[in-house]
């Protein structure tokens, strides 16, 4: 009895380190992911940002159609 409740007792350190790798590992990227958010876009900047695009967009398509019929109109 005793040589295998020692053998058990080996087996619980040796698995209670490997949680406690496992446990800093996930400390270590729970850290690193918490140093990014900060610099995460928020709605609000996605959704100016979106405002943004569509009018460049929008202007860009005028700009274009203005030089198109210019061009057209001392073609002809």
Request: glycine fraction near 6%.
């Given at each position: 009895?005793?040589?295998?409740?020692?053998?058990?007792?080996?087996e619980?350190?040796?698995?209670?380190?490997?949680?406690?790798?496992?446990?800093?590992?996930?400390?270590s990227?729970?850290?690193?992911?918490l140093?990014?958010?900060?610099?995460?876009?928020?709605?609000?900047?996605?959704?100016?940002?979106?405002?943004?695009?569509?009018?460049?967009?929008?202007?860009?398509?005028?700009?274009?159609?203005?030089?198109?019929?210019?061009?057209?109109?001392?073609?002809?």
């Open positions: 009895m005793g040589t295998s409740t020692y053998s058990e007792g080996n619980v350190i040796k698995r209670l380190g490997n949680v406690e790798t496992d446990v800093s590992q996930v400390k990227q729970v850290s690193a992911i140093a990014i958010i900060p610099h995460l876009a928020t709605k609000a900047d996605v959704s100016a940002l979106e405002t943004s695009i569509i009018k460049w967009i929008i202007a860009t398509v005028l700009g274009t159609a203005g030089l198109v019929f210019t061009i057209a109109k001392f073609v002809h």
